[in-house]
């Protein structure tokens, strides 16, 4: 592993070239539409995204392992245990000295496309920034204007915990070369619009390959085992496959079956999810429009089988 | 042998077999084995699942009769006016058999019991939904009493597989 670690820092001139020319190659596209010419203002769109992109969760320290947190929302410090360490979610609110509240739009957008914060510190992946990477310039813009009109908080950021390598920021840019591919995915004209709807809130907001998929011993996501399964998970949970495969994955599930185990978390056999993916259906998928849970079942249906 | 002794013989015979029946019995519960207490607990969450999920059919419109789904409120109703403690007794935490009861279940039992009396109320409505025949009723009530055994879940449950 240290060896793939040296190679991918020697890349790292290339990393910087190849960033920037795919981000150049930005087009605003996506199965972005949605949304677009709803009535409200960026603030409420911007809270369907919030919820949407599951943003609540990781950024709120309410459930430390079990206990309660008692922590401020979207004020930070949660824990989030990986193979890598342990990782402290940071303040999200609009507080200018431990928050956001200086950001500009392009420090928001940079920092989630491109996983690099305002001061030009690399991000770790473990913000999901490979999957906001896809959201459309007005999804990440209304989405800022929502965590702009929450309340304030002034909790300071508590340092990541993390096992060297993995601890050392310079090497993000590897990372992100490696694994990174920066701007929003246009829309696949040949498939209905739900289709490319449930994709986006897939991919995009949802960020469900984060958990769902395996990943390298760097740390980025096999894509040929997309939405395949994670043996270890966050928190060292095993996460189930969600491809069309049968019977790991929800191949053997009716849209009647997604859709409810979206809105309410129960599964076709009468169990209610717990865990992460409780705590998903809470804060995300039970938020979401039918037609948005729909578009997810219509998306995953087509997943090519892994098992 | 004079009646005196007579009766404090049998006094004390039936006071040492009390003794023995009682104590047989106070050990017995005491000792119940935990395994057993776990896999009565997979049961009556079996039976709770099978009532969520025929209440689930019936609203996916996959089979299930109104009846199905009406035995299936009665069942979640049945099971959720259960006692928690006897449901969860102590020591069956995570570790005794397949347990998937974290030990914080009982650490926070203030929060469990919380947890647990919201399930009656949700199935309550549920039932009565299900009697009132209303299709998208019931399912705003399924999705109500699925939250409230989601919570305890989320808190509690470690992940199986």
Not at chain 1, 70 to 76: D, K, N, T, V
Not at chain 1, 154 to 174: E, G, K, M, Y
Not at chain 1, 256 to 285: I, Y
Request: aromatic share 8%; with cysteine; proline share 7%.
């Amino acid at each position: 592993m240290r060896r793939l670690l040296t190679a991918a820092a020697l890349l790292l001139p290339l990393a910087f070239a190849g960033g920037g020319a795919r981000a150049a190659g930005d087009t605003p596209a996506g199965g972005a539409s949605a949304g677009e010419g709803s009535p409200g203002d960026a603030v409420s769109r911007g809270a369907y995204i919030f919820n949407a992109a599951g943003c609540l969760g990781c950024h709120t320290n309410q459930k430390d392992g079990g206990e309660k947190g008692g922590g401020q929302p979207l004020a930070g410090g949660r824990a989030l245990a990986t193979p890598f360490g342990t990782f402290y979610t940071p303040n999200i609110t609009p507080d200018p000295v431990n928050g956001i509240g200086r950001w500009s739009d392009a420090d928001f957008i940079r920092a989630l496309r491109e996983g690099v914060r305002p001061d030009g510190a690399n991000l770790f992946p473990a913000f999901p920034y490979a999957s906001y990477t896809r959201m459309t310039d007005r999804d990440l813009l209304d989405l800022k204007a929502y965590l702009l009109s929450r309340p304030a908080v002034a909790a300071p950021n508590r340092p990541h915990d993390l096992t060297p390598p993995f601890s050392w920021r310079f090497l993000v840019p590897a990372w992100q070369w490696l694994y990174l591919t920066p701007g929003p995915v246009p829309d696949d004209q040949a498939k209905p619009a739900s289709w490319n709807r449930g994709r986006y809130l897939v991919d995009a907001l949802g960020h469900c390959a984060e958990c769902h998929s395996p990943r390298s011993l760097l740390g980025g996501i096999d894509p040929d085992r997309y939405l395949a399964g994670n043996p270890d998970g966050p928190d060292g949970d095993k996460v189930p496959g969600i491809t069309s495969a049968e019977p790991k994955g929800i191949g053997g599930w009716s849209d009647g079956d997604l859709t409810l185990f979206l809105e309410a978390g129960l599964t076709p056999d009468g169990d209610v999810a717990g865990g992460a993916m409780g705590e998903v259906v809470r804060n995300t998928t039970s938020k979401l429009t039918a037609e948005d849970r729909a578009a997810i079942a219509a998306y995953l249906k087509t997943v090519p089988a892994k098992q | 042998m004079s009646n005196r002794v007579v009766n404090v013989l049998a006094a004390a015979s039936v006071a040492g077999l009390m003794f023995t029946l009682f104590g047989m019995s106070a050990g017995a519960a005491g000792a119940a084995d935990p395994a057993e207490q776990v896999k009565d607990r997979q049961q009556t969450m079996k039976k709770l699942g099978g009532g969520m999920g025929a209440v689930a059919k019936f609203v996916k419109n996959e089979g299930a009769t109104a009846e199905d789904a009406a035995k299936g409120a009665e069942a979640v109703l049945a099971v959720s006016k259960m006692d928690p403690k006897k449901i969860f007794p102590e020591g069956t935490a995570v570790g005794v058999a397949d347990s998937a009861a974290k030990p914080e279940l009982w650490k926070s039992w203030t929060e469990t019991q919380k947890y647990w009396s919201a399930v009656q109320p949700a199935a309550e409505k549920l039932d009565a939904a299900l009697k009132g025949g209303d299709r998208a009723q019931i399912a705003q009530a399924l999705g109500a009493t699925s939250k409230t055994c989601g919570t305890c879940h989320e808190d509690f449950r470690v992940k199986k597989n």
